[in-house]
């Protein structure tokens, strides 16, 4: 039974491993002394306490794991209390019922959890005994350590177990000498005392198992015992005084019993036998220690097993049993010492095993024990070289052994020496060279020896002789070599002779020489290599060789040719070293890239690597062996590969697909919100939709297969539909799909797995994305796009259209202006008539006055010249009242106003109207500056001196409220 090692060199934190579970995707966690793990099969997502995250773990120190139905994660800590991994938010919840029985929760030990088939929960802490949780969260039951009368507790305040039996009675595994239960029937707890069978020695009993009526109860000192329930007996006992620490079943039907120290025992029934695995420090894929821990059976019936200090030591249930030996004497031996070039089964059932610098080794299936032989100066008796290159075991019961420049040995069993041949240059009948390659014996029983550098050599029994058969220059009967690497006596009683260079040999007679076969570059149908490294009849009596770089050969009917299978035929190497046949026709062949079995008749290979369990990807010349058993043997540079083909078998578990992580820009993204926006609504493997915006235009998606047989050969495809025509094909080192610069739109990412073998899930896992546009490409936009432009089209025409009507105005206008104009020019000119009229009447007014004035001073002057009479003094006073009637008339200023506001349009009225305070003096004298009469003008007018104008028109500013800096004749003229 082999098993895969995971340690901290595969990325666990820690090597001791507690507790393990599988959830509902496949992962597998493992807690640990240090962290909480999620493996898939490559990578681990470690999970530990932060002070600063108040969802995570309270406690590094993992000591049990429950998957509850809703695929939560409960995990209990040695110190820190009960946490839950919540699927649906991915994040830990420290101590969910808190207040509930004790205020404090994270006090807790907790070392058991544990769901019966009502719904309950079971809770087994270190040092408060168990809890009760109905299956609603709303009842809360404590039970722990009674005084006497008082049978509604246990007598225990440890708990590290449970189990249910068919009745639903909960047992449970404690400290002490009883196995206490919680009785379904009565609700009160009872217990399996010590008269109840042949009694417990005061320990833990630590791990429970009910199965078909029977209860397991392994104890941590006092071995295994098995109590049936429906008889109320012990049935047996068995393992004494071994602490086991836990019990399991896997889907056979075997029952698994982990121990702290004595390693893992297998059974199927309480009678036994036990089978016994530990660790072997020369069996490279044994477990990797003694102490072990929690055990866990997967849906594959893949066996994960806890221990201490050692990881987790795995058993795939359909991974190719290959076991790795790695024949040392001693576990600290040197790597190159561990090559094995040579194997021989002899007569009693030892395998003998040559090693390349670790001498000889006796090798006994049945109890793994072994013994090794090596060549001291000191002891003429052993074996002659510690580089075993040939082995074989003789019709007569002798044990041949070649060695590297130290010759041929013969092993005397009843006197446990080696006698040896080596060559001696005065003897002619020696062996001709000490490099010794090949041995084997004839259906005549004559031995024949192959040797590097001295061709072949027949052995003479009763003389001790050895004969010589060489290259003979010119002859094409003589052998083609000097260097023999394998030889093989067929079942017609020919002898083949495979050489370093000269290609394959058959020995026709000793008398008729030898018949060659060569590579030769004209013909197809020859070796594609001289060097040949094995050879092999098959069952049906075929020749089959292995060549140095040419690949496998099968020597054709009527011996003229060869047909080849090569790399580009599905040949790991075209370095084939050793050939073996199972019962069924398939050939075995170890290569310089693995192992592989070839089906002669589909012409099919099916290979297998270091990940497959091989000691290594390189194999050794002719160092191979079958059984009578059946077993087949294979030596390579770190040791032997040992198996039973029909044990090797392919693969048929689907693998199952599971996303690992979702990244944006390199960023893992979490559950829930992200950046202020909710990109993964629930865990990846609910398959949601994502959805992401324009800008996030570089996104990973990352998976892997949950098939841990061989997980490194798994292969990947995966495509994004509405992207992609075609499927990405990748291996393992591959499992991740990086996407940039999508266009906005719906996809969908799907990925599908093969295993190790080749066999596809061919249902592929989706992953739903939505890549919302830029707002320029939303609906919305483009509907408020094409309304602005409908807009803008609508306002271009009406702006148009405007344009058009005021250009049409503006001519109008202009049309009207230049009539306006023409109006306003011949009305101007009217009006400058006018006020020529207006100016030149009231000058007119004014030189009449000045007339009368003057004529009114004559008058008087002639009234004081005149001695007249008093009539003519009359006369001349009543006509000088007359002249003062006229100047002083006010009807001349009456017919101007009348004149000066209709030309004027009533401006002295308006005049009036915003400025009250003005005279009617003040608005006359406006009128005159109106009508651009000057100073003087305007003092002959009124009769005045031109310096009481300026002084008028002083007063006049100041009345109409002008500043200082402000013309008083401007704002008049555009009064309005």
Same mark, same amino acid.
């Given at each position: ?61 993992? @000591? ?26 991915? *994040? ?25 088939? %009502? ?29 006497? !009368?008082?049978? !509604? ?24 000498? *009883? ?6 029937? =009565? ?58 620490? /836990? ?20 059974? *199927? ?20 220690? #003694?102490?072990?821990? /929690? ?50 089964? /002899? ?8 090693? /390349? ?92 020896? !192959? ?9 003479? %029994?009763?003389?001790? *002789? ?11 009967? $003589? ?48 070796? +594609? ?9 098959? +069952?049906? !009596? ?5 060549? &140095? ?65 091989? @000691?290594?990807? @390189? ?48 960023? $893992? ?15 990846? #493997?609910? &398959? ?23 997980? =490194? ?107 306006? @104009? ?28 000045? =007339? ?92 005045? =001196? ?19 800096? &402000? ?10």
């Amino acid at each position: 039974m082999g098993f895969d090692h995971i340690t901290i060199n595969q990325g666990l934190a820690n090597n001791t491993i507690y507790a393990i579970v599988e959830d509902q995707d496949g992962f597998l966690w493992f807690g640990s002394r240090d962290g909480l793990h999620r493996y898939d099969g490559y990578d681990f997502k470690i999970f530990k306490a932060d002070p600063e995250d108040s969802l995570s773990l309270s406690g590094n120190n993992v @000591q049990t794991l429950f998957r509850h139905p809703n695929g939560d994660i409960w995990v209990g800590l040695k110190t820190g209390g009960l946490c839950i991994f919540r699927r649906a938010t991915q *994040r830990f919840q420290p101590n969910p019922f808190n207040g509930n029985i004790f205020p404090d929760w994270g006090q807790l030990s907790v070392q058991a959890i544990f769901q019966d088939s %009502y719904g309950d929960y079971w809770i087994g802490t270190a040092g408060h005994g168990v809890i009760r949780i109905d299956s609603a969260f709303r009842e809360f039951r404590s039970y722990s350590l009674y005084p006497d !009368g008082q049978p !509604g507790n246990i007598f225990s305040y440890f708990c590290f177990s449970f189990a249910e039996d068919d009745a639903g009675n909960i047992w449970m595994g404690t400290e002490g000498n *009883r196995v206490p239960y919680y009785d379904r029937e =009565s609700g009160a707890i009872k217990e399996l005392a010590p008269n109840n069978g042949p009694g417990f020695r005061y320990s833990y009993s630590k791990a429970l198992l009910y199965h078909e009526g029977k209860l397991w109860i392994g104890t941590e000192g006092d071995g295994l015992y098995v109590y049936d329930t429906n008889k109320k007996a012990f049935t047996a006992r068995a393992l004494g005084q071994k602490l086991i620490k /836990d019990i399991a079943r896997d889907s056979s039907g075997r029952i698994l019993i982990s121990t702290d120290g004595a390693g893992l025992f297998i059974t *199927r029934g309480e009678e036994g036998p036990f089978q016994n695995i530990q660790f072997s420090p020369t069996l490279v894929n044994s477990l990797n220690t #003694n102490g072990l821990y /929690d055990i866990y059976v997967d849906s594959n019936n893949n066996i994960w097993i806890g221990s201490f200090n050692g990881g987790v030591n795995v058993h795939k249930s359909q991974k190719a049993n290959f076991l790795t030996y790695l024949q040392s004497s001693s576990i600290t031996d040197a790597p190159g010492n561990q090559s094995v070039l040579a194997f021989c089964e /002899d007569s009693r059932g030892d395998i003998w095993i040559g090693k /390349d610098g670790g001498g000889l080794v006796r090798f006994n299936p049945a109890t793994q024990s072994q013994t090794t032989y090596n060549f001291s100066a000191d002891d003429p008796g052993s074996v002659s070289s510690n580089v075993i290159t040939a082995l074989f075991e003789d019709s007569k019961g002798n044990l041949w052994v070649g060695t590297f420049a130290h010759g041929l040995n013969r092993f005397d069993r009843r006197r446990n020496i080696f006698e040896h041949y080596e060559h001696d240059p005065s003897d002619p009948y020696s062996l001709s060279n000490n490099n010794v390659w090949a041995i084997e014996e004839r259906q005549d029983g004559s031995l024949w020896i !192959g040797t590097l550098g001295g061709g072949l050599e027949k052995f003479d %029994y009763a003389n001790g *002789r050895f004969y010589h058969f060489t290259p003979a220059p010119g002859d094409a009967s $003589s052998l083609s070599g000097l260097n023999v690497q394998v030889l093989l006596a067929d079942k017609a009683g020919n002898l083949w002779i495979g050489t370093e260079y000269g290609g394959l040999n058959k020995l026709v007679s000793e008398e008729q020489g030898f018949r060659a076969w060569k590579k030769d570059e004209k013909n197809s149908a020859s070796l +594609r290599a001289n060097s040949v490294l094995c050879l092999h009849q098959s +069952r049906d !009596g075929h020749l089959w060789a292995g060549t &140095e770089g040419g690949g496998l050969h099968l020597l054709l009917e009527g011996e003229q040719g060869f047909r080849n299978y090569s790399v580009k035929d599905g040949l790991p190497s075209n370095v084939v070293n050793a050939i073996e046949e199972d019962d069924k026709g398939v050939l075995w062949i170890s290569t310089n890239m693995g192992l592989s079995a070839f089906n002669p008749k589909t012409g099919e290979f099916t290979n297998y690597d270091k990940n497959d369990g091989l @000691q290594s990807n @390189q194999f050794n010349r002719s160092a191979s062996l079958t059984t009578r058993s059946g077993d087949m043997y294979f030596g390579g540079i770190h040791g032997v590969n040992a198996f039973h083909p029909e044990k090797v078998t392919a693969n048929s578990n689907l693998p199952r697909i599971v996303f690992t992580d979702f990244k944006l820009f390199n960023q $893992s993204v979490p559950v829930g919100h992200y950046q202020g926006r909710a990109i993964l609504p629930r865990p990846l #493997n609910e &398959e949601p939709t994502i959805t992401l915006k324009y800008s996030d235009n570089v996104f990973t998606i990352e998976f892997a297969a949950i098939e841990f047989t061989n997980p =490194s050969k798994n292969r990947y495809a995966y495509q994004l539909e509405n992207f992609e025509g075609e499927w990405n094909v990748v291996d393992a080192t591959h499992r991740r799909a990086t996407y940039t610069n999508l266009d906005a739109g719906e996809y969908t990412f799907k990925v599908k797995a093969s295993n190790n073998s080749g066999v596809w899930n061919t249902t592929p896992r989706p992953i739903h994305i939505i890549v919302t546009p830029p707002f320029w490409e939303t609906w919305w936009f483009r509907l408020l796009a094409t309304l602005l432009i409908l807009t803008m089209i609508i306002l271009f025409i009406r702006f148009q259209n405007e344009k058009r009507k005021e250009e049409h105005q503006r001519q109008l206008m202009k049309k009207e202006r230049e009539i306006l @104009q023409l109006r306003n020019e011949k009305l101007n000119r009217e009006i400058e008539r006018k006020n020529a009229q207006l100016s030149a009447a009231l000058l007119q007014s004014a030189h009449k006055n000045n =007339s009368l004035t003057g004529l009114k001073k004559e008058l008087a002057d002639l009234s004081q010249e005149q001695n007249g009479g008093a009539g003519h003094k009359k006369e001349i006073r009543q006509l000088i009242r007359k002249i003062d009637h006229e100047i002083d008339s006010e009807d001349y200023w009456e017919q101007f106003h009348l004149n000066f506001d209709q030309v004027h349009q009533q401006f002295s009225a308006r005049l009036h109207q915003e400025h009250p305070q003005l005279s009617v003096n003040d608005i006359r004298l406006c009128c005159l500056i109106r009508i651009n009469m000057t100073n003087r003008e305007i003092a002959s007018i009124q009769n005045v =001196s031109v310096g009481a104008v300026e002084k008028s028109k002083y007063r006049l500013k100041k009345k109409l409220n002008l500043e200082k800096e &402000e013309d008083l004749n401007t704002y008049l003229l555009n009064f309005s």
